[in-house]
């Protein structure tokens, strides 16, 4: 027997290294594909993206010139073609360039409240002590896109600069980190902005719609939207994977780009305060707590009392719509910022992440006009063509996933939320009418929520507030993004289809 053991153990041995040998073989290979992947896909976004301000005139030219044949410019009695073409100038992007305003000032009201709340002394100093518990970039990369998934679901616009300060101050901290792909790994939760609690089209179906000629309901409560077993699937499983995914795409020593932490430093002058005494009684308001504190509790009565109304006095389900929302992280920057001038500081030095905001909102303004618009020869838009295709090829099962579909292709011109619910939801609310009971309303809506979020990590819209407070460019962080979107759509799919 020991004779026997003897002569077979070193080829036992021998077979087992073999086998681990290929099996490690096989990985390299896999892992070298995977690299390959993804660098041809930072270098392919790099080439072709770009800047935001950029893309929204192309898509703005791109829309005007697929409008005149899907509108129509057939002349008419008393109707010319030219007179159609003004009226797709005039009536279609002119008419909707400034329909946006309050929705706008609402967007920049998110920005502008999530900077001011994530750069307030208490915020961040848990921002900092968060940011020194990763040692290895690897780490690092994990800890920022899961603090992203989880801040997304709460309060996608605070996410936007929470993450990106957290950005900041993991860079200072962890050596040899690829700063692009960690700027990436802050706005890789973006695309479940819409689907968690602050989510802009499920406040809006929570609180009742009603689209003119279309269709009206008295609401759907979060239990069938955000908190649906679909959509907890998918969040769940979704944000594990990207996390994973986002971990796996860190490059090798020689190809990091790491960034000089002393950009981050701002150098401005300390403000000098005086005493009491040689104030004036301007002065003396501008640095009143007791002033700031009073319209701190004027302002979290509205918020609770709010809340007071619709659950208790009104019995509607909770949600939280994008005013409560804004008016929480306002008035808790206002009490923890003390006094009326150092808030005032802070709105300005928030400003900054909300100037593609402002610029842009109105050119998507005017060309969710276009899309939606119908009154050419043809009687049609372009998102009625869009979503009508969708609809025409789909069944029971697969009406949310092709609904989800056709708002990613919407999204590429519509970034914003409420922009897309007014211009796609009435034709999505209308068509799952004919699905029900197997496709409820709060599963169409969710889909076109999906739709929507999933594509951010292709529509550079709203990364212009984390490059911002990055300090990057977009070339180098939406190659990682698309990675991330491709795996994002598979578990979309699933969900949508099976659950």
């Known amino acids: 027997i020991m004779n026997y053991f003897q002569k077979s153990c070193p080829i036992l041995v021998a077979a087992l290294l073999i086998k681990q040998w290929k099996k490690s073989f096989e990985v390299k290979k896999l892992k070298k594909l995977f690299d390959t992947l993804v660098d041809g896909s930072v270098a392919l976004i790099s080439r072709f993206l770009p800047d935001a301000y950029i893309l929204v005139l192309l898509l703005t030219v791109i829309l005007f010139i697929a409008a005149i044949p899907v509108t129509g410019i057939a002349p008419a009695e008393g109707i010319t073609v030219l007179d159609r073409l003004i009226d797709l100038v005039y009536k279609g992007w002119y008419g909707g360039f400034w329909n946006l305003l309050g929705f706008g000032m609402q967007m920049v009201l998110i920005v502008v409240t999530g900077t001011m709340f994530a750069n307030t002394e208490p915020v961040h100093k848990i921002i900092v002590k968060i940011a020194s518990v990763p040692k290895t970039p690897k780490q690092a990369l994990i800890l920022v896109s899961a603090v992203g998934m989880v801040a997304y679901f709460l309060q996608w616009g605070a996410a936007l600069i929470v993450c990106a300060v957290l950005a ?8 040899g980190i690829h700063y692009p792909l960690l700027v990436a790994a802050a706005y890789v939760g973006n695309a479940f902005c819409l689907v968690g609690i602050s989510g802009t089209i499920a406040l809006n179906v929570a609180g009742g719609w009603n689209f003119e000629g279309v269709w009206s309901t008295t609401g759907i409560p979060f239990r069938e939207t955000v908190f649906a077993p679909y959509n907890l699937f998918i969040y769940v499983v979704g944000a594990i994977v990207l996390c994973l995914l986002i971990t796996a795409m860190h490059p090798s020593p020689e190809k990091t780009k790491t960034v000089d932490p002393s950009i981050f430093n701002e150098v401005s002058a ?22 700031n504190g009073a319209i701190t509790c004027i302002g979290f009565f ?20 994008i005013n409560q929302v804004n008016m929480i992280f306002l008035f808790a920057s206002i009490a923890m910022y003390k006094t009326p ?6 709105v300005k030095k928030s400003l900054g992440g909300a100037v593609g905001v402002v610029l ?31 609809v025409h090829i789909s069944n029971a099962q697969t009406f949310p996933l092709f609904t989800c579909l056709s708002a990613v292709i919407v999204k590429l011109f519509v970034p914003s939320g409420g922009a897309q619910w007014a211009v796609q939801g009435p034709i999505v609310m209308q068509a799952v009418q004919s699905f029900m009971p197997a496709v409820s309303e ?16 292709l529509q550079p819209f709203w990364l212009i507030p984390v490059l911002e407070v ?8 939406m190659g990682y993004c698309v990675i991330c979107l491709i795996a994002l759509l598979v578990i979309i799919s699933a969900g949508l289809l099976f659950l």
Do not use: H
């Open 302 to 321: 509205c918020v609770i009392w709010s809340f007071v109304d619709s659950l208790y006095i009104k019995k509607q389900s909770f949600s939280l719509s």
């Open 341 to 346: 001038v150092r808030t005032v500081e802070a």
């Open 270 to 291: 300390a403000k000098v305060y005086k005493s009491p005494s040689e104030m004036t009684p301007a002065e003396k308001l501008e640095t009143s707590v007791l002033l």
């Open 168 to 175: 900041q101050e993991v860079a200072k901290k962890v050596k």
């Open 442 to 457: 709060g599963k169409a809506a969710m889909a076109l929520s999906w739709g929507n979020s999933c594509c951010n990590l």
């Open 360 to 390: 842009q909102m109105p050119f998507y303004a005017g060309i969710a006009g276009l899309i939606s618009y119908n009154g050419g020869s043809t009687g049609v838009s372009i998102a009625q063509v869009i979503a009508g295709f969708f």
């Open 470 to 477: 990055a300090k990057k460019r977009v070339s180098g962080v």
